[in-house]
């Protein structure tokens, strides 16, 4: 692996790392929707605010989202539209092991 290799997949690895947690992933489909402030997605995950702001901040370190502030309220939005393609294919995968459980449990 060359040093220029090693570094694309250290990138990769950390923005799949910023994925890598349910709220994270509902987060990305709720901003694909539209820009939320932390106070509708604290109510939307049912966790607490400092909870939530530390899933945004993971993300938007790892350049997924974007903030804006409009007078005392942060609004949050998606930079990366394209993830919702990566995550429908892990729902095609999904889908594929639920098919080759149901095939392995009918053939018994």
Known sequence: MTESDKMRSE???R???ALAHPSRIFIVDKLF???????ELTEMIGSDT??????LSVLKNAGIISDRKEGTTV???LEAPCLLRFIGCVEQVIEQNIQKQL???QSR
């Open 15 to 17: 923005i799949l790392k």
């Open 75 to 77: 609004y949050y939005s």
């Open 103 to 105: 095939a392995s449990l």
């Open 50 to 55: 400092s909870t939530v702001s530390k899933h």
């Open 33 to 39: 929707e539209k820009s939320h402030c932390v106070c």
């Open 11 to 13: 990138a990769r690895a």
